[in-house]
């Protein structure tokens, strides 16, 4: 750390491991430290104090720092809607921020990938948690920020290039063995197929495929692949323990378990975004074997009671509450929510969900019935379980990452006016202006870019599939400054809280029909425009599915 006071100091030593400061000049009042940190060295510490505040004070800092999130925030204009909602919507814009955080120095950054001090002459982000932010934050920066995205994913490639391994939960000091899956592979897809420039693709997806076929899927650790792993390679799931066995693989974190259906739904996201990826640089072999995995999701449903449920390794099922089941947070099978919320965590293959369900009016009553069961015990025994299953309505979990998707999905089962009902809803109850105004785990920005996209009406279902799926926006205009200055509108006429049902729309002046829009119609600019009115029009995007 390199620092500089307002007024004289003199450093008082008292033992080899004890100081105090004491300040000579009894006419100062205010005392003031500027600082700034480094991870290379002091000198470079030096250099950056100099650049970023140099003789600059405290005032100064604070307009200047204004400035700048007044141009970030600026960058989405929202007009209409309530004080409390606008005061919501920006703070959740502010937060969306946080993640990642670049650390490069000049030309300088210490990477705790290879552990030493590397050049770059670009950034070098780390601190991000793909579980929590695949969804929605990387999407929303992808919109706002393609060129800031880039970084990110090519800081990504330096450190599989580093270290060996795709990271997942990078930090500074390394991949964090946290949650489950290999999302990152599911943000390089969606970056690839928006245009995003990534540097080094064919590195890129060296590391993934190398995380794929190489790496450990169980949760919480990192490292090589073990016996669970290779059961999944040849049977398609991941085997669960019956309630009551003993564990027989030492690897197994003793709290995080093996979770084992959540374990194979997301490497079955996984595994189909690194086919697609696998495709678009003509790698075919690899392109339909990650495909054929992508579609492992189907070896866990149970068309008996209609859920996504365990088998142990003879393939038998095992016979559990799916609502209840599993240990704490029902990770032995699950994790962090119940088999209510991983019934839809199918979101690269909605068609197929669809079916599996019996139908689109299954899949209706289907989410209709998940908003509306009850827990069925007291809320101190659920959240004693469950203590991330927040924000409930029903079964569903607001306040937890695998529920951002759920509420769309009436748009693939041709009733929008649903979605339309539901998102306002959510937003409404959920996401006050006030101490109450986070129903989870805020997740560095996460949930937040829920809010955001939530908010302007729109949400990217599927990343990895650039197509955008339309709900009800909350404001009457909200425009989006994009690169090179392009913007992109929507007006809802007469939008309220009353006023929440889409009538009809138009994109760019031709008449939509259907309750979706691509990222790239998005990123030319350009109006789309909803007539609003207080009862639902059930025909409105009712016969027309995804693009």
């Not at 409930?392 to 951002?404: A, H, I, K, T």
Request: one cysteine or more; glycine letters at 8%; hydrophobic letters at 35%.
């Amino acid at each position: 750390m390199y620092g500089e006071f307002n007024t004289p100091v003199n450093v008082i030593t008292l033992t080899d491991t004890l100081q105090y400061l004491s300040f000579p000049d009894t006419t100062t009042n205010i005392i003031t430290l500027k600082y700034a940190i480094s991870y290379v060295s002091m000198a470079s510490a030096e250099n950056s104090f100099k650049r970023e505040i140099g003789n600059r004070n405290f005032t100064a800092v604070q307009n200047n720092a204004q400035q700048r999130w007044k141009e970030i925030t600026d960058q989405i204009r929202v007009e209409g809607g309530t004080t409390a909602q606008r005061r919501s919507f920006y703070t959740a814009l502010y937060r969306c921020y946080e993640r990642m955080v670049d650390i490069a120095e000049d030309t300088l950054y210490y990477s705790g990938y290879n552990k030493k001090v590397n050049h770059t002459t670009r950034p070098f982000y780390v601190d991000d948690a793909t579980w929590d932010t695949y969804q929605a934050l990387h999407p929303l920066r992808m919109i706002l920020h393609p060129q800031q995205e880039a970084d990110m994913l090519q800081s990504y490639t330096e450190m599989y290039r580093q270290s060996g391994w795709m990271p997942t939960f990078p930090r500074l000091y390394g991949d964090h063995p946290c949650m489950n899956g290999f999302h990152s592979t599911i943000v390089f897809l969606d970056a690839l197929r928006k245009g995003i420039p990534l540097t080094d693709p064919d590195t890129a997806y060296a590391g993934m495929k190398k995380n794929a076929l190489m790496a450990t899927m169980l949760p919480w650790r990192n490292g090589p692949n073990g016996p669970l792993d290779s059961f999944y390679y040849t049977h398609g799931y991941y085997p669960a323990l019956s309630p009551g066995d003993t564990e027989t693989v030492s690897t197994v974190h003793p709290f995080e378990k093996r979770q084992a259906v959540a374990v194979t739904l997301g490497h079955s996201y996984d595994d189909w975004a690194l086919s697609q990826f696998a495709a678009a640089l003509k790698q075919d072999a690899d392109a339909r074997l990650f495909a054929a995995r992508g579609e492992n999701y189907r070896h866990l449903w149970n068309p008996g009671n209609g859920f996504f449920m365990p088998k142990d390794t003879a393939g038998n099922w095992i016979n559990i509450d799916p609502a209840f089941d599993g240990g704490p947070g029902g990770r032995d099978y699950y994790d962090e929510n119940n088999g209510w919320t991983y019934l839809w965590q199918v979101q690269h293959n909605l068609p197929a969900l669809i079916s599996l369900m019996g139908g689109e009016k299954r899949f209706e009553a289907r989410l209709d019935e998940l908003f509306r069961k009850d827990p069925g015990m007291p809320r101190y025994e659920l959240w004693h379980k469950f203590p991330d299953a927040t924000g409930l309505v029903g079964q569903f979990s607001m306040g937890n990452e695998p529920g951002f998707h759920i509420p769309w999905l009436y748009n693939y089962a041709g009733a929008p006016w649903k979605t339309q009902k539901r998102v306002r809803f959510l937003l409404d109850l959920w996401f006050k202006d006030n101490v109450f105004g986070i129903p989870g785990d805020e997740d560095g920005g996460g949930m937040s870019a829920f809010v955001v996209f939530a908010s302007m009406g729109f949400y990217p279902v599927t990343p990895g599939i650039p197509i955008y799926t339309i709900g009800s926006p909350i404001f009457s205009r909200i425009t989006i400054t994009l690169p090179e200055n392009r913007r992109f509108t929507i007006i809802a006429n007469h939008c309220s809280d009353t006023n929440k049902y889409i009538q009809s729309a138009r994109l760019n002046g031709e008449v939509l029909t259907s309750p979706f829009f691509t990222h790239q119609q998005l990123t030319q600019g350009g109006t789309l425009e909803l007539e609003m009115g207080p009862s639902p029009d059930r025909r409105w995007g009712a016969s027309v599915h995804a693009l």
